[in-house]
């Protein structure tokens, strides 16, 4: 989720620590939450070259490979993830859907396209023969409105509705005017908001871009990630700074409308544990239900991601 400059891993703790952890990774017996967020990478950059602009010292983590993330989730009883394509390797996902072949049932995942190359619904529908149940939309230096209304967007918008498939927009609360418009427009596209749509990432969270955040559950299709609690308000663990905002969400949303994500390597950067993230929907939110954490930390993301 972070810029690339505020990427910067203590490379050689992190290298180190999971290191010594590699042999942890057997699968929790009793697992059966869902990360609905995670990002991989690998250092062999010869197989899976970087996309133009990346460079290898830009990886930080130099890699992030299922065996390394495994040593995370496993522990927590975290056994099917969603894996969310990684920006060095921009519109070229081999490395998503080889670790998809390569864990079957394990991983769903999350694409990124060009949205003005030629036929987008051909490959927006080969892909998802290939397990991927969503695309990740991100406007870069694009003016929002421009960037929603061109004609490859508008395509992708369409196919979506037609294929069942998730548009999954990382955005920030001033963007989400634009983001509700789509949804006026294209009321069937089923829709994925990443990380409150980054309220309380930039600055305190406050209550306009909250305000925001909960006037898209007017949108029946539109789910949303609690996640990346260490890029958010206070970012400091246990996060129960955020507790507010999640009940908030919860009220407007419903639970079977969030599901928690960690935005791993991310969320186990210095200063943050796996275990830190999804304490605090399943430990320290006394406001949640057992049928709360049940949505959030499995179902929601089941029935999004997995076709469940």
């Known amino acids: 989720m972070k810029t690339l400059s505020r990427r910067q891993f203590v490379t050689s703790t992190v290298t180190a620590a999971l290191g010594t952890q590699l042999?942890?990774?057997?699968?929790?017996?009793?697992?059966?939450?869902?990360?609905?967020?995670?990002?991989?990478?690998?250092?062999?950059?010869?197989?899976?070259?970087?996309?133009?602009?990346?460079?290898k010292k830009d990886m930080a983590p130099p890699s992030f490979t299922p065996e390394q993330l495994f040593v995370h989730t496993h522990p927590q009883g975290v056994n099917r993830i969603v894996l969310i394509q990684m920006s060095y390797y921009r519109f070229d996902n081999r490395y998503m859907l080889d670790c998809m072949a390569a864990h079957p049932g394990?991983?769903?995942?999350?694409?990124?396209?060009?949205?003005?190359?030629?036929?987008?619904?051909?490959?927006?529908?080969?892909?998802?023969?290939?397990?991927?149940?969503?695309?990740?939309l991100y406007k870069g230096d694009q003016e929002v409105s421009a960037w929603l209304s061109s004609p490859g967007m508008q395509e992708m918008w369409k196919v979506a509705a037609d294929e069942g498939l998730n548009l999954c927009l990382l955005i920030n609360p001033e963007?989400?005017?634009?983001?509700?418009?789509?949804?006026?427009?294209?009321?069937?596209?089923?829709?994925?908001?990443?990380?409150?749509?980054?309220v309380g990432m930039a600055d305190a969270i406050t209550r306009a871009h909250l305000d925001r955040l909960l006037h898209m559950s007017a949108h029946p299709k539109v789910t949303l990630k609690t996640s990346a609690f260490y890029a958010l308000g206070r970012k400091t663990p246990p996060y129960t700074d955020l507790g507010g905002m999640i009940k908030e969400c919860r009220q407007y949303f419903g639970a079977q409308r969030l599901?928690?994500?960690?935005?791993?390597?991310?969320?186990?950067?210095?200063?943050?544990?796996?275990?830190d993230s999804i304490s605090l929907i399943r430990d320290h939110l006394p406001f949640l239900t057992a049928e709360d954490k049940a949505w959030m930390l499995g179902k929601t993301a089941e029935k999004v991601f997995f076709g469940a």
């Open 23 to 55: 042999g942890m990774s057997a699968p929790a017996k009793d697992g059966h939450y869902i990360d609905a967020h995670v990002h991989v990478w690998t250092s062999d950059t010869e197989r899976y070259p970087l996309a133009k602009g990346f460079k």
């Open 106 to 136: 394990v991983f769903s995942g999350v694409a990124i396209i060009d949205e003005n190359a030629a036929d987008v619904k051909g490959r927006m529908k080969d892909l998802a023969k290939q397990g991927v149940r969503g695309f990740r």
């Open 175 to 198: 963007e989400l005017a634009a983001a509700d418009k789509m949804c006026i427009q294209y009321p069937q596209t089923p829709v994925v908001i990443d990380h409150f749509a980054r």
């Open 259 to 275: 599901m928690w994500a960690s935005d791993c390597p991310f969320q186990v950067d210095p200063g943050h544990t796996y275990a």
